[in-house]
């Protein structure tokens, strides 16, 4: 399972960076300084499903370090393949469908004035600096968004790596110690 997610990740992260890298390089060569709104709208909301995923997936990771060290005897029934795939699935569906939300208010905004982000990633701090409504919605969709994202994910890795620690401490043995902490 670890393999796996791992593979996930390392999948997560070259999408990650191909999200902004490209435009990036163009605008330092000097090739491309503008970027159209639907362009920017599609890199805002990949890189940062890309991110929220990335939460998700560690959390995932975190939760399969806590059964492999504190379950060992059951982790391969409670740690199959089916529940792998099933955990690195709806951590993609959560990252994508939590940004979707952002995205579909973030595309109904207007815009009324200069339209130049002086940055080669568009955020939502670009978007609602342009817009010419209302943004309060957006405003506070991006924090109880990023709130559920980051707390929910550091909560599952935070927990898990307590019970991780607490159960390593109990081991009698220098050995033993040193064999669980490097499964971590």
Not at 94 to 106: E, K, M, R, T
Request: glycine residues 4%; hydrophobic residues 55%.
């Amino acid at each position: 399972p670890m393999y796996f997610l791992l593979c996930n990740l390392s999948f997560l992260e070259i999408w990650f960076t191909t999200a902004c890298v490209p435009k990036a390089i163009g605008v330092m060569l000097g090739t491309s300084q503008t970027i159209s709104f639907t362009v920017c709208l599609l890199q805002l909301f990949f890189s940062l499903s890309m991110g929220s995923t990335e939460c998700f997936l560690l959390a995932v990771m975190a939760y399969d370090r806590y059964l492999a060290i504190c379950h060992p005897l059951r982790y391969s029934s409670l740690m199959n393949s089916t529940i792998t795939v099933r955990l690195a699935l709806i951590s993609w569906l959560c990252g994508f469908l939590a940004i979707s939300v952002l995205a579909s208010l973030i595309a109904r905004l207007s815009f009324c004035g200069p339209n130049i982000i002086n940055h080669f990633v568009c955020d939502i701090d670009s978007w609602i600096a342009l817009s010419c409504t209302d943004t309060s919605l957006i405003e506070l969709a991006a924090f109880i968004i990023s709130i559920i994202v980051v707390v929910v994910s550091c909560a599952i890795t935070l927990v898990s790596y307590f019970y991780i620690i607490s159960t390593i401490l109990r081991i009698p043995s220098a050995q033993g110690w040193q064999k669980a902490f490097s499964t971590c």
